[in-house]
């Protein structure tokens, strides 16, 4: 069963939203650990990991802000391919959306 997942549930509290070519381009790399708590890159559908130094959790979001797809405790080096009718994505660190599923939607 799909649910609405809040910013009162903590789940995206300080989210930076990447929507800059510089900012979508430099999202977390060259960091030791996250520089914000939550990122949502815009308008993406696709990611890589490189010259990332720790894990992170994905949601894959369409327009709608319905999770898509999720990916876990990806790590450094890794690429993921153009998911389709993805609109964004959001990024946090590894474990931040173990309870999120596929069908969820974000209230921003």
Same mark, same amino acid.
């Not at 995206?12 to 708590?37: C, S, W």
């Given at each position: $069963?799909?649910?609405?997942?809040?910013? *009162?549930?903590?789940?995206? &509290?300080?989210?930076?939203? &990447? !929507?800059?070519?510089?900012?979508? /381009? $430099?999202?977390?790399?060259?960091?030791? +650990?996250? %520089? %914000? *708590?939550?990122?949502?890159?815009?308008?993406?559908?696709?990611? %890589?990991? /490189?010259? $990332?130094?720790?894990?992170?959790? #994905?949601? /894959?979001?369409?327009?709608? $802000?319905? #999770?898509?797809?999720?990916? +876990?405790?990806?790590?450094?080096?890794? #690429?993921?391919?153009? #998911?389709? *009718? @993805?609109? @964004?994505?959001? *990024?946090? +660190? @590894?474990?931040?959306?173990?309870?999120?599923?596929?069908? !969820?939607?974000?209230?921003?």
């Amino acid at each position: $069963m799909s649910k609405l997942l809040i910013i *009162e549930e903590n789940l995206l &509290a300080n989210v930076f939203i &990447a !929507d800059t070519f510089l900012n979508r /381009f $430099m999202g977390y790399m060259f960091r030791k +650990e996250p %520089h %914000h *708590e939550t990122l949502m890159i815009k308008p993406c559908n696709s990611i %890589h990991t /490189f010259f $990332m130094k720790f894990n992170i959790d #994905v949601l /894959f979001v369409n327009k709608d $802000m319905e #999770v898509i797809k999720k990916v +876990e405790n990806l790590k450094p080096g890794k #690429v993921i391919i153009p #998911v389709k *009718e @993805a609109f @964004a994505v959001i *990024e946090g +660190e @590894a474990g931040k959306f173990k309870n999120v599923i596929i069908g !969820d939607k974000i209230d921003t």
